[in-house]
T-cell receptor, first 112, second 111 residues
């Protein structure tokens, strides 16, 4: 069953802690993306990766970090430097950069 | 960067009615996608349509790239069509990877 999985679905953390969100795809897509959605808003791009071992900052990369060591995996770390980390985080992938993007189910992160 | 505006922001329909959602964008694009976000937050791909017209069942979409707008048509609406509809575009210049989203149209279909 091909698709994009994100875990966990809900995540709660205390302020000051780093947290890593998982994103895995078995679609053999080269490109992967992380977006953030705040209530009542559209999605904003955090980081993207066009190929393994390469990634670029999106519009709101401050306070986040990523790695792309395997084609299937693109984990996102929300660091303590991110001022407003509570949000809905969505991962996406596409066959190549610029082609149609497909989204995972998302992770809702709450930091108190 | 490219600007994306969606209208109307909110729409309430009775079941069976038709509707048109609009997406205006400020620059030329090589990627335009329409999504439906369900109540659980999942983004469902509706159309990949940087230009031209496509149809899928009760839904169809048209993008007029030269005039920088796209339209999503929903016919014979059903309660399961409720949710938020997003338009997202990728610019024709610079990074081909970046999708910029509009703020969405929130649709509620009532019985």
């Amino acid at each position: 069953d091909g698709g994009i999985t994100q875990s966990p679905k809900y995540l709660f953390r205390k302020e000051g802690q780093n947290v890593t969100l998982s994103c895995e795809q078995n679609l053999n897509h080269d490109a992967m993306y992380w977006y953030r959605q705040d209530p009542g808003q559209g999605l904003r791009l955090i980081y993207y990766s066009q190929i393994v071992n390469d990634f670029q900052k999106g519009d709101i990369a401050e306070g986040y970090s990523v790695s792309r060591e395997k084609k299937e995996s693109f984990p996102l770390t929300v660091t303590s430097a991110q001022k407003n980390p509570t949000a809905f985080y969505l991962c996406a992938s596409s066959i190549v950069a610029g082609s149609e993007q497909y989204f995972g189910p998302g992770t809702r992160l709450t930091v108190t | 960067g490219i600007q994306v505006e969606q209208s109307p922001p909110d729409l309430i329909l009775q079941e069976g009615a038709n509707s048109t959602l609009r997406c205006n964008f400020s620059d030329s694009v090589n990627n335009l996608q329409w999504f439906h976000q369900n109540p659980w937050g999942q983004l469902i791909n509706l159309f990949y349509i940087p230009s031209g017209t496509k149809q899928n069942g009760r839904l169809s979409a048209t993008t007029v790239a030269t005039e920088r707008y796209s339209l999503l048509y929903i016919s014979s609406s059903q309660t399961t069509d409720s949710g938020v509809y997003f338009c997202a575009v990728g610019p024709n210049t610079g990074t081909a990877s970046k999708l910029t989203f509009g703020t969405g149209t929130r649709l509620q279909v009532t019985l």
